[in-house]
């Protein structure tokens, strides 16, 4: 598995082990968070180097389902 240092990994950790149900939610909120702010940097990102043809992870996601 690829060890990182990234906020959310490392909250990823605190979660796996977290017992209290309000924690585990503020934790898994916060993750959450995070990934979209990161998801949003790297299409932000990515527009600007792949083009226009880019496509999101989340648009990826919708046509699976």
């Known amino acids: 598995m690829q060890r990182t240092n990234e906020p959310w990994f ?4 605190l979660a796996m082990v ?3 149900p309000a924690k585990m ?3 898994v909120q916060e993750i959450s ?3 979209k702010e990161k ?3 790297l299409n ?3 527009a600007e180097v792949c083009g226009p ?7 990826k ?3 699976r389902k």
Not at 53 to 59: A, G, L, N, V, Y
């Open 61 to 63: 996601l919708r046509t």
């Open 39 to 41: 998801e949003t940097w």
């Open 18 to 20: 977290e017992e209290d």
């Open 25 to 27: 939610l503020m934790l």
């Open 10 to 13: 490392q909250l990823c950790q």
């Open 53 to 59: 043809k880019r496509t999101t992870m989340q648009s």
């Open 33 to 35: 968070r995070l990934l």
């Open 44 to 46: 932000e990102h990515c």
